[in-house]
């Protein structure tokens, strides 16, 4: 079975400071989905990332994939306080037995 | 263009008692998903149906079940509601394209109904 694994699963953080959120999951996937979930809303897309080498970039934040290492990073560049929200990696299942399966998330936090 | 709609917000029953959660996908997705996020177990997957039909269904018990209508808007039902069914329920909808390395079936999620059984 797909099993999903985010780290760190908590981050604090300074503004104008840089981190990665690191996503590894376990078999073959085609895609990998980052969201961002603010406390008590519910999911919004942010990246959609499709094949070896894909990057993804969107204001401060950078999304890249290794299907060989099954790695997936999102990179923070100079955090602001907006950024503070929880992060879910997401990976795919093709087929019959399609599903999404996400992993536990990163809940970030930027402080001033 | 109307995201993904859920209701109630909230919902408030007791235990043994049965909830229905309704979901309205956005317009031109067929494909409807439930998820539970439970405190401390994160997002699970529930149910996909498809055109209609159920496709896939997750490790959870017959007790939750669900349909999807005509006009493509789900229902999910928990019946013999237990504590621990306590938790925040996603319904998110996809577009399902035909195959090919750059199909972007990405899901959109709803708000959520909190449910809460006491």
Redesign the interface.
């Known amino acids: 079975e797909l099993k999903v694994e985010q780290n760190p699963l908590f981050l604090s953080m300074q503004e104008g400071k840089n981190y990665t959120i690191y996503c590894n999951y376990s078999t073959t996937s085609?895609r990998l989905?980052w969201?961002r979930q603010d406390p008590g809303?519910?999911?919004?897309?942010l990246f959609?990332l499709?094949?070896n080498g894909a990057v993804k970039q969107e204001g401060r934040l950078m999304a890249s994939l290794d299907t060989k290492a099954r790695l997936s990073t999102l990179h923070i560049t100079a955090a602001v306080h907006d950024l503070s929200a929880t992060y879910?990696c997401?990976v795919d299942t093709r087929g019959?037995?399609?599903?999404?399966?996400?992993?536990?998330?990163t809940l970030l936090t930027v402080n001033p | 263009e109307a995201g993904v709609t859920q209701s109630p917000t909230h919902l408030i029953k007791t235990r043994g008692q049965q909830a229905t959660l309704r979901c309205s996908p956005i317009s031109g997705h067929t494909s409807v998903y439930w998820y539970q996020q439970a405190l401390g177990l994160g997002l699970q997957f529930l149910l996909w149906y498809d055109e209609g039909e159920e496709r896939n269904r997750g490790n959870f018990p017959p007790r939750f079940s669900g349909r999807q209508f005509p006009n493509y808007s789900s229902e999910l039902n928990v019946n013999a509601l237990e504590l621990e069914d306590s938790a925040l329920y996603l319904c998110a909808s996809s577009l399902v394209l035909a195959g090919g390395p750059t199909r972007t079936d990405t899901q959109y999620f709803g708000p959520g109904t909190r449910l809460t059984v006491l």
Do not use: M, P, R
Not at chain 1, 41 to 45: G, H, T
Not at chain 1, 96 to 105: H, P
């Open positions: 085609d989905y969201y809303k519910s999911l919004e897309s959609v499709l094949s879910f997401a019959s037995n399609y599903k999404l399966t996400f992993g536990k998330g």
